[in-house]
């Protein structure tokens, strides 16, 4: 009811001169997030490792009518290059108004591999460097009264077979970034953290890894990135997108974990050659775990109206 009945007064003027820094965004929605944001007339300043890429981008968010585009390149699996990116921002911008931390770096979808340097390698490009650009960026964001916009997954609140290693990424950006929130409060600091619970989208990347697995249909990046940046300006604390799955995913969570756990399970299609490999019969049952998600839609907006 809460995410329903939340108002919505949020306006594209609300972006215009603002100087916000997108990460991750050389493609998927990332590269969407920044085409928004130029259409509405923001300073943007993008990061991803690709060049060419972001070149690209650029001239593209010119043509949009940005305030003005740049982008630096480089891997943020070193977080001293997380922190030369906010440098770059106070170097140009001399402040910034919000931090929009999307980027990921690459993981399998598969079995867990028993692989530590793996895991460590991508807490250290999902999470690590989202804290040290944080840290970085805060006394500007003080100043001026900005916004903090984490990227995050349903898989960084439930957990879902063969992404152990995303999915952990995930789960940290929820505990460090929600327990950041309430030291603003108490300290009297007045920037907004915002966290994204999103759903399957449909990136180039996630369908060339997962698109012949998940039986859910994906929602569009570009409405997404939208979505991104209206919950951002609003200043709210959680975005769930697509709302309706992403919602009933989670009061599923509080009230059932275990049914939560089947209908994810049973949303996964494994390659029948993995199947093989792993001795498993056959593969998982096609389940009605939409038909359950839009029941408790109904369900939640039928006791509002009352
Ligand atoms: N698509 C989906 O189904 C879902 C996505 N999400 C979240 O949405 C966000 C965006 O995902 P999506 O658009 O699909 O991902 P993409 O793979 O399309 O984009 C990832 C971006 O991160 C950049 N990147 C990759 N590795 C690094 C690195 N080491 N250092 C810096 N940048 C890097 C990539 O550019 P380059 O390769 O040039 O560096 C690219 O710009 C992520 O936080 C993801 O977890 C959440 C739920 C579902
Ligand atoms: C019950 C169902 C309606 C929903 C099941 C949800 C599961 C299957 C959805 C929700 C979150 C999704 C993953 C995600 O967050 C991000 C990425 C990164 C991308 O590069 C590759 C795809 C990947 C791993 C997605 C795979 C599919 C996931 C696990």
């Not at 509405?40 to 009518?65: D, F, I, S, Y």
């Not at 070193?78 to 402040?95: P, Q, S």
């Not at 929009?100 to 979808?109: A, Q």
């Not at 152990?164 to 505990?175: C, D, M, Q, V």
């Amino acid at each position: 009811v809460y995410f329903y009945s939340a108002p919505d007064n949020f306006s594209e003027e609300m972006l215009r001169g603002k100087r916000v820094i997108v990460t991750g965004a050389s493609s998927g929605i990332g590269e969407q997030m920044a085409y928004h944001l130029a259409r509405m007339g923001a300073h943007v300043l993008l990061m991803a490792r690709t060049e060419a890429k972001l070149q690209k981008v650029v001239e593209r968010c010119l043509e949009l009518g940005a305030a003005s585009a740049r982008f630096v390149s480089g891997s943020m699996e070193n977080t001293a290059f997380a922190e030369e990116v906010v440098k770059e921002a106070e170097n140009t911008w001399g402040g910034l108004d919000m931090l929009i931390l999307n980027h990921i770096g690459y993981s399998y979808f598969n079995y867990f591999d028993g692989d530590v340097e793996h895991v460590r390698k991508l807490l250290e490009t999902n999470f690590l460097s989202y804290v040290a650009m944080t840290v970085t960026a805060l006394p500007m964001l003080k100043e001026s009264e900005g916004s903090i916009v984490v990227v995050s997954s349903v898989a960084g609140k439930a957990g879902g077979p063969f992404i152990a290693p995303y999915s952990a990424t995930k789960f940290a950006l929820e505990g460090f970034f929600s327990s950041l929130r309430h030291e603003f409060i108490i300290d009297n600091v007045n920037v907004s953290i915002t966290l994204c619970i999103l759903g399957f989208i449909d990136t180039d990347s996630a369908m060339r890894v997962v698109s012949h697995a998940i039986r859910a249909a994906p929602s569009p990046k570009e409405e997404c990135a939208l979505e991104i940046i209206r919950s951002g300006a609003l200043r709210q604390r959680e975005l769930h997108y697509p709302p309706s799955i992403v919602t009933g995913m989670l009061l599923l969570r509080g009230l059932a974990p275990d049914l939560l756990d089947t209908l994810i399970r049973s949303n996964v299609i494994k390659s029948t050659r993995l199947e093989a490999q792993r001795g498993l019969g056959s593969m998982l049952r096609p389940c009605a775990s939409l038909h359950v998600f839009s029941a408790f839609h109904c369900i939640l907006l039928k006791e509002g109206m009352k």
